[in-house]
């Protein structure tokens, strides 16, 4: 955890090319976004990765439930940068930046994903970084592939 958000340190055995799209291409995003369990649908996702562009996602849950997310990448530079912004609560306005770095390593890539987390507790700092983990592993299952 940093002082104001989550930081995340992950290795993939894929080129940063390859897990730089599975970030930025609809189809992959809607594959890794939510983990397994979840499905984010093509037609309820706008996300072209262009800066000062918004994006939006819809995720159904296992239970039929559904999560509306909303954004805006902030800067797009492959195959090594990507910053966003993120939230769960569209209607609230607030929104968490994230920021994703990825350089070359022995494994592949490495991923440094450091996320905000205003008003969280560390429990729900906890949560969102177990969240993203299991998002990560599918990405990186794709990635990989």
Do not use: C, H, K
């Amino acid at each position: 955890m940093t002082e104001d958000g989550i930081r995340i340190d992950r290795e993939f055995a894929a080129s940063p090319t390859a897990v730089f799209a599975a970030w930025t291409t609809p189809e992959s995003f809607s594959r890794w976004f939510g983990g397994r369990e979840v499905t984010v649908p093509l037609d309820g996702l706008d996300y072209r990765a262009e800066a000062g562009r918004a994006w939006s996602a819809m995720m159904v849950l296992p239970d039929g439930n559904t999560i509306d997310w909303a954004g805006e990448f902030v800067e797009v530079d492959p195959p090594s940068r990507l910053v966003m912004t993120l939230t769960d609560r569209p209607a609230e306005g607030e929104r968490a930046l994230l920021t994703v770095e990825l350089t070359p390593s022995a494994a592949g890539t490495r991923l440094v994903m450091t996320q905000q987390t205003p008003g969280f507790t560390e429990e729900q700092r906890l949560g969102t970084i177990a969240g993203w983990q299991t998002f990560l592993d599918v990405l990186g299952e794709l990635a990989e592939a």
